[in-house]
């Protein structure tokens, strides 16, 4: 069962605070900016290692990072939605914005501020006519890959890019190929130019090593596996204080890494 009332958040440190404050500020396009760690709540990665996805969303929030995102690619729609439903007061008490991913309809019941959703998803158009219909205001993030999928990306009414894989990565079943920080540095122009200000989050195999590269090209990561401990790492309760404590840790240091590169502009 999911707790639902949220947990009281400690206040984080001072420096924290400001990079936070940093992170949100609205640019003079009034587009959120999105700076630093989106974390992924990842339900099949949690399972392996006997994570409980609650407490592990509470356990990044501590780090206050630019979003979360609930990712539940197998389960059924009614545990998704009460995942979300309990993540939902919880993201609004650290003032972090909560995406769901791939279900418009879950998100707008449980009252989440995002979705995001990929190539095979329903398009966006469809998912503003759902959020509008329903009266509610979101903001949507689209996947993409490619200069031939991120040019019609670009054209849509999105809120943010997603772009990716950019490193290899096992947490998503037939991904693409591996684009590499070149050819992200190449798609990051291309967004500049046609429509600036609009964020964008690199995704696939993103780690506290190469969070640096990533943080200097302007971008948010979006990270599932470098939040977690290895797969069969022995834990002797992997959703105890040591455990969790752990896990806010890496969430700090990706978030930190990511916003203090320096980030062009
Ligand atoms: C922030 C972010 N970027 C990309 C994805 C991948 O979305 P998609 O291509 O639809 O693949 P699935 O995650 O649905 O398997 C994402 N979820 N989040
Ligand atoms: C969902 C998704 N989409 C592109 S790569 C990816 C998985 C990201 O997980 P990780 O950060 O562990 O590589
Ligand atoms: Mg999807």
Same mark, same amino acid.
């Given at each position: 069962m999911c707790p639902s009332a949220p947990a009281a958040l400690p206040r984080p440190p001072r420096i924290l605070h400001i990079? %936070? @404050?940093?992170?949100? !500020? =609205?640019?003079k396009c009034q587009v959120p900016v999105m700076r630093g760690l989106y974390a992924i709540i990842d339900t099949d990665a949690? !399972?392996?290692r006997g994570i409980d996805p609650i407490l592990f969303a509470d356990a990044v929030l501590l780090a206050r990072p630019a979003a979360i995102q609930l990712r539940d690619k197998h +389960?059924?729609?009614r545990r998704m939605l009460d995942l979300l439903r309990a993540l939902v007061p919880r993201a609004a008490a650290a003032n972090v914005p909560l995406f769901a991913n791939d279900r418009p309809d879950l998100a707008l019941l449980a009252g989440c501020e995002g979705i995001h959703v990929g190539q095979d998803d329903l398009p966006v158009t469809a998912v503003r006519a759902l959020a509008e219909r329903a009266g509610a205001?979101?903001? #949507? +993030?689209?996947?993409? %890959?490619?200069?031939?999928? $991120?040019? *019609?990306?670009l054209a849509? *009414?999105?809120?943010?890019v997603a772009i990716g894989p950019i490193f290899p990565t096992v947490n998503k079943e037939q991904a693409d =190929? !591996? #684009?590499?920080? =070149? /050819? $992200?540095?190449? $798609?990051?122009?291309r967004v500049? /130019?046609?429509? *600036? +200000?609009? *964020? @964008?989050v690199a995704i696939g195999g993103i780690t506290l090593e190469t969070a640096p590269h990533l943080g200097a090209l302007g971008v948010c990561a979006a990270v599932i596996g470098a939040l977690l401990p290895p797969e069969g790492a022995s834990s002797s309760d992997p959703n105890g204080p040591d455990a969790l404590a752990a896990v806010t840790a890496r969430a700090l240091a990706l978030h930190t890494a990511l916003l203090q590169a320096k980030a062009p502009g």
């Open positions: 990079l %936070h @404050i940093q992170a949100r !500020a =609205p640019s949690l !399972a392996r +389960g059924s729609a205001r979101v903001r #949507i +993030g689209l996947s993409t %890959h490619d200069l031939t999928q $991120l040019d *019609p990306a849509e *009414p999105i809120d943010y =190929p !591996a #684009i590499g920080l =070149p /050819a $992200l540095t190449d $798609l990051v122009a500049a /130019a046609v429509r *600036p +200000g609009l *964020p @964008i």
